[in-house]
């Protein structure tokens, strides 16, 4: 058992968490929508309006705020026309990116919009600048936000839609240094200039214009981006980090060893710095801190699953994802001064998704549980938490506690994860600035290895968890791999 003594102070706030960051991404990729989050009207499986209900009910129960769509790469080469009107009519297209297959654009527009309305959250459209224009890009904003006369609202009416959608994140770009053109950051930055001068507020809609931001730790593209724009002409800029402890080579999803464990624990928290150093240069060029840091594409990237499509980037979802996520999110928290939002890739399906759909059946992913355990976060704001004797006894390269706190006029919400395979935590948390008087804690623990599938859906869960509060300090032992929401009253 290792003593581990954190202090959190509840006056020293660091940022408004923002729900956003507890965002999702859906792409055109695999069995994302179709087969996953969309089922069509006439499936056997009970849905609304070819939505899968218990979809529905799963992303309402973790307040699910934002929804990234239609890509990722997938983005890059849509063209919303193709995804309007008469189903059977509309135009079919491969997917040049993902597998090769056919898109039939059955789920589109109209489609993601009711999704987002039936979870009861916002969309985010990234609209297509590698391949499109800007006329297309200007037209679907007409097409989705004007209740002026046009042709373009009168078709949206004749599709079914009388009023305007309400239409808050735009991104304008997706990788545009990779699959959205291959682009130079100066040339995007002028690219971006000209795309967002064509991005109309129609009829009271406010948008909210996020610029392609870097991957990873490339410095030099943010710097270009700070440097060529400003809080005029640009909202966010998204940056996208994926978790891949051995790149270039993939690793198994569900086989690893300890080392690699520890390696993927390393590779998470390296988000931490990530975000420190983008931030620090957008710092200079914006103190006041106008421009938010949007992570767009985070999560764990294993090698697919055998016997699926190399394509599609089906992958399994273990207790080891579960703490990567519980890290990224006290990182994100913690950085809730400067990080917006955050879309985990991907929602159903595809990459680190919270949930695993086959046929009729549908299961919640250890990583699922994580963001259930999070969710008292949204709208809260993050404190200070100061961490001693963090580091895991085995040497390992990753501190082996993962905290963040926040706070209403109510409650506080503790959210810690034990990285370590082995060794127990005796958590000891002293309070100041909150007078703590109660305490309810929900656990997730299981062997790093394990996780959820078909035949046994509940593996891994939530269940109840014992700790104490007294004289304002939070008692609590946290078995190795697991991670522990608690909240104080
Ligand atoms: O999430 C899968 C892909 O990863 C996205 O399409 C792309 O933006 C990123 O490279």
């Known amino acids: 058992m290792k003593k581990i003594s954190i202090v959190i102070n509840a006056d020293d706030r660091l940022g408004h968490i923002s729900p956003e960051i507890y965002g999702h991404f859906s792409e055109h990729l695999g069995r994302c929508i179709y087969n996953g989050i969309y089922v069509g009207e006439n499936s056997p499986i009970p849905n609304t309006d070819g939505i899968r209900n218990d979809i529905i009910e799963a992303f309402r129960n973790i ?40 898109e039939d654009n059955s789920f589109g527009t109209h489609e993601f919009m009711r999704f987002c309305e039936l979870v009861g959250c916002k969309p985010y459209i990234n609209v297509n600048v590698g391949s499109g224009s800007v006329r297309e890009m200007s037209e679907w904003i007409e097409y989705m936000t004007s209740d002026a006369e046009s042709p373009l609202t009168e078709q949206r009416k004749k599709n079914g839609r009388a009023e305007p959608w309400k239409l808050e994140y735009l991104g304008v770009g997706n990788e545009n240094w990779g699959c959205g053109g291959n682009m130079r950051p100066e040339y995007y930055a002028d690219v971006y200039k000209r795309y967002q001068t064509f991005c109309h507020n129609y009829s009271g809609n406010r948008l909210y214009r996020i610029a392609c931001g870097p991957s990873s730790a490339d410095y030099n593209w943010t710097e270009v981006m700070m440097k060529n724009l400003d809080s005029n002409n640009v909202d966010a800029i998204d940056l996208h980090y994926y978790t891949m402890p051995v790149w270039p080579e993939m690793e198994s999803a569900t086989d690893f060893d300890d080392e690699l464990y520890y390696k993927t624990i390393a590779a998470a928290n390296f988000s931490d710095e990530l975000i420190t150093r983008h931030s620090e240069i957008m710092n200079r060029y914006d103190p006041e801190k106008k421009i938010g840091l949007v992570i767009g594409e985070w999560g764990c990237w294993h090698k697919v699953e055998e016997g699926t499509n190399p394509g599609f980037l089906y992958q399994q979802n273990t207790m080891r994802d579960a703490i990567v996520a519980a890290i990224e999110l006290n990182v994100f928290n913690r950085h809730s001064d400067r990080v917006v939002m955050a879309n985990l890739a991907q929602a159903v399906n595809v990459l680190q998704s919270v949930i695993l759909t086959e046929d009729d059946k549908m299961i919640k992913t250890p990583t699922y549980h994580v963001f259930d355990l999070f969710k008292t976060h949204q709208n809260n704001e993050a404190v200070y938490c100061y961490t001693q004797n963090e580091n895991m006894s085995e040497g390992k390269n990753a501190p082996m506690i993962s905290v963040s706190a926040s706070v209403n006029e109510k409650s506080m919400t503790v959210t810690a994860a034990n990285c370590s395979l082995t060794e127990e935590a005796a958590v000891e948390c002293s309070i100041f600035g909150f007078k703590a008087s109660s305490v309810s804690c929900r656990i997730l623990t299981n062997e790093a290895h394990s996780y959820n599938d078909f035949d046994c859906p509940d593996r891994v869960s939530i269940t109840e968890h014992t700790a104490v509060i007294k004289d304002n300090v939070l008692k609590l032992n946290i078995p190795p791999c697991a991670v522990v929401e608690c909240v104080v009253d």
Request: proline share 5%; with cysteine; hydrophobic share 35%.
């Open 63 to 102: 307040k699910a705020p934002v929804f990234r769509w239609p890509g990722g790469c997938f983005a890059e080469e849509y063209h919303w026309q193709d995804g309007i009107g008469e189903k059977a009519l509309r135009r079919k297209i491969v997917n040049t990116n993902w597998g090769g297959v056919t």
